[in-house]
């Protein structure tokens, strides 16, 4: 456990405060108010944000690559960035505060001064596909006159790298991005740096002895990166382990604003942009043939992959990449249309290295249970387990995301298991392992503390079963699904009960169906197969109203114990009528029930005919068998009900009753006593009083029926002052109530 401590103890956990910073560039924002709605905010502000960034970086080295530039407009770029110090430069003459001198000239000016930036930059402030379109907002905001005072204020900004380091301008661009997005929906989460770090320190807890190795290349992966924020976490924490280790990231992001806060920060670390992607991962894997030591994510919910409400071309490519079958990124199956979590999860895998990649990816409940047994949900779950990729599932704390409060889980993949993980999944209840905010963030209003922390990874790392940890075989979330089926046994009568059930049951359906002749005959236009359609049900209408008179004029206390005692009986009833044997076989199963008492059927060989209307499904774990099953859960009760199996892998359309789920909460209910009725019947006694006494507050004496108590809601001027009710000893103390819901008694007893 030594390893775990030096793991915990790497971290920088103290305070990081960019309030100045970030109030200084909301105030900035103030300035647009009037041709910008506040939701727009965010294509002035980012932007603006990001070339100051670059701007207070590249100022050391700027007059050498202009002086470069000047004697050689032909410099190559590779050549400009030694000179710069970065993977980007500017050879304007021009700077934020040099703008302001000439205003009359300043929409001009400036984006000339972009210009000067080498085109990766360019790329990320001026492009309409891939990055901010911000020449826009420069027309824009020169037209209505904001140009001039918010360029001046961006001048006077110091993001200078010097002193403030990338861990604090991520803060800065997450609190911004945090600020613009909090009307957004609940799949696009910014994820926390409290649970970023969580995600890293599970991460290498254990597995990672490599990482050590002199000059180690170390890969890093986000699929769904946003702002970077999980690449830069990863490498900062590594290069405080392994400070000669060669750590490069790589990431893809759909957002603009997040791309290009990303890529920005990317530049400035000196990472390698071209890892960078604008790209939607469901379209493309844009580092194919590229395995990574590690991928960390925290995927899109909710966000659909097909159907109407996905993205343009994405149904079309996720198809085509399922269509590759285990050689493509979906091989396990494709989940619901409406949710691509689990194809998050499925790509993480295909991009893990073979032999020690390991992921922490944040998903919501879904994909723990979510579809049926052939489903893609079941099918998925089964391939990671069956392929033993999944180490742990940790339950985080609700409200831990600043704009969504669900229920999340930390799935940690490997393959790279230690030994004695080898064959199980750990499940890890850290639901209520956190710190209270003093102030929440939008629906943060939970964090997960570095006491939080260490006690998690430690919970992780020991694994040891507790009251907060359960380790089970991965055959523990596997199962197989049986058909259960009592022998067919039916009774059979012409009774008006027995004729009404028939006719609720649909029997006659297929000859004549009332209400389906409604709807055709009310339809504004028929196609030709309906129109077909309603003429046989009127054909048919003569017959089926001889049949129901027939049976009316044939009802009786008869009762049959088998088919072959009914059947000739009913024949004879409807001879005049039909002598179709199939119609005779369905009028004679819908005047049928179960019983008990009647005859066993049997087919033509002797084999006992089941029920399908007795048909249940029952839910067996891989590792049990079935007889032991249908003894303890099934036979006690239905003594003569059979199990089937009825998995069919080779058909044309495979049936498929074998699947997974894992129903995390499930393993961790506690059972807890009903509240006896009598102290609800008192709780709800005293909830009454207190609202109908406040209720008839009007700061004068009250009379409150049928407990002759008198109120007096104002004691004291200077304080709010509402009453406390005592129902054993009825009375009424004046009281004030503070912010923090603490009671004080502030006079006498009335």
């Not at 918010?150 to 403030?164: C, G, M, Q, Y």
């Not at 890892?275 to 580092?287: H, M, V």
């Not at 194809?343 to 295909?350: E, K, M, R, T, Y």
Request: net charge negative.
């Amino acid at each position: 456990m030594a390893e775990k401590t030096v793991i915990d103890a790497m971290w920088d956990d103290s305070p990081i405060d960019v309030s100045t910073e970030v109030n200084f560039i909301w105030s900035i924002a103030n300035k647009l108010r009037g041709p910008y709605q506040s939701d727009k905010y965010k294509d002035v502000i980012i932007p603006m944000t990001i070339i100051r960034r670059f701007e207070c970086a590249l100022a050391p080295t700027k007059q050498k690559v202009v002086d470069q530039y000047k004697a050689n407009p032909s410099f190559p770029a590779k050549a400009m960035y030694r000179i710069s110090g970065f993977q980007f430069y500017n050879t304007s003459e021009y700077d934020l505060a040099e703008l302001v001198n000439d205003s009359d000239h300043l929409a001009a000016n400036f984006k000339s001064y972009i210009q000067g930036f080498s085109p990766n930059v360019q790329e990320i402030i001026l492009s309409a596909e891939k990055g901010l379109d911000f020449n826009k907002q420069i027309d824009k905001m020169d037209k209505n006159n904001r140009l001039l005072s918010v360029v001046k204020a961006f001048s006077e900004l110091d993001l200078n790298p010097r002193t403030i380091d990338n861990v604090k301008m991520g803060y800065i661009f997450e609190e911004l991005i945090r600020k613009f997005s909090e009307n957004a929906e609940a799949g696009d989460h910014y994820t926390g740096r409290d649970i970023i770090k969580l995600m890293v320190n599970i991460l290498l807890a254990e597995g990672c002895d490599d990482i050590f190795d002199d000059g180690k290349v170390i890969t890093i992966l986000d699929q769904a990166c946003g702002t970077g924020g999980m690449l830069s976490t990863g490498y900062n924490f590594i290069k405080r382990y392994n400070p000669s280790a060669d750590v490069r990231l790589f990431g893809q992001e759909i957002n603009p604003e997040s791309y290009a806060m990303c890529l920005a920060e990317m530049l400035i670390k000196g990472q390698n942009a071209e890892n960078i992607c604008y790209q939607d991962t469901f379209l493309a894997d844009c580092f194919k043939g590229t395995k990574m030591r590690f991928v960390l994510e925290n995927p899109p919910f909710g966000t659909a992959w097909g159907g109407k409400d996905a993205a343009e071309g994405v149904e079309a490519a996720v198809m085509a990449e399922y269509q590759k079958g285990e050689t493509g990124r979906w091989g396990a199956g494709l989940p619901g249309s409406g949710d691509g979590q689990m194809l998050f999860l499925q790509s993480a895998v295909d991009k893990m290295d073979d032999t020690f990649g390991r992921c922490a990816i944040i998903q919501n409940g879904s994909p723990l249970f979510n579809g049926g047994t052939a489903s893609g949900e079941s099918q998925i779950r089964r391939w990671l387990l069956e392929n033993d990729l999944i180490e742990a599932i940790i339950a985080l704390p609700n409200d831990l995301f600043y704009n969504t409060g669900i229920a999340t889980y930390i799935w940690v993949l490997s393959k790279n298991k230690r030994p004695e993980r080898i064959g199980k999944i750990q499940l890890i209840d850290a639901s209520h392992v956190y710190h209270k905010l003093r102030k929440a963030l939008g629906e943060k209003k939970n964090e997960i503390s570095p006491e939080d922390r260490t006690r998690i990874t430690k919970l992780y790392a020991d694994f040891q079963p507790g009251e907060l940890v359960k380790i089970y075989p991965n055959t523990e979330f596997i199962y197989r699904e049986y058909v259960v089926m009592q022998p067919l046994q039916r009774s059979y009568a012409i009774t008006e009960d027995s004729i009404q059930k028939m006719l609720s049951d649909g029997a006659l359906s297929g000859l004549y169906d009332e209400a389906k002749v409604n709807e055709l005959e009310n339809a504004e236009e028929l196609t030709g197969k309906d129109a077909k359609k309603l003429e046989a049900y009127q054909n048919n209408k003569p017959v089926f109203d001889a049949i129901l008179s027939a049976l009316h004029a044939a009802v009786s206390d008869q009762v049959y114990l088998s088919p072959s005692s009914f059947t000739p009986i009913l024949a004879q009833v409807l001879a005049s009528i039909t002598q179709d044997k199939k119609l005779l076989e369905k009028i004679a199963d819908g005047l049928s029930v179960m019983d008990k008492s009647a005859e066993v059927q049997r087919d033509k060989k002797g084999n006992i005919l089941y029920d399908k209307e007795s048909r249940d499904i029952e839910i067996v774990k891989w590792d049990e068998s079935i007889d032991t099953y249908m003894a303890r859960e099934v036979l006690p009760y239905v003594p003569d009900a059979a199990a089937f199996f009825e998995e069919n892998l080779s058909a044309k359309k495979p049936v498929v009753k074998t699947g997974a789920e894992i129903p995390f909460t499930r393993y961790f209910y506690k059972y807890q006593q009903p509240v006896p009725s009598e102290e609800l019947e008192q709780h709800f006694l005293e909830l009454d009083l207190r609202v109908r006494v406040f209720d008839q507050l009007a700061g004068e004496r009250v009379w409150v029926e049928e407990r002759d108590v008198i109120v007096i809601d104002k004691v004291c001027p200077e304080v709010a002052v509402e009453p406390r009710v005592d129902l054993h000893h009825e009375k009424v103390l004046p009281v004030h109530i503070d912010a923090f819901g603490v009671v004080e008694v502030v006079g006498e007893e009335l």
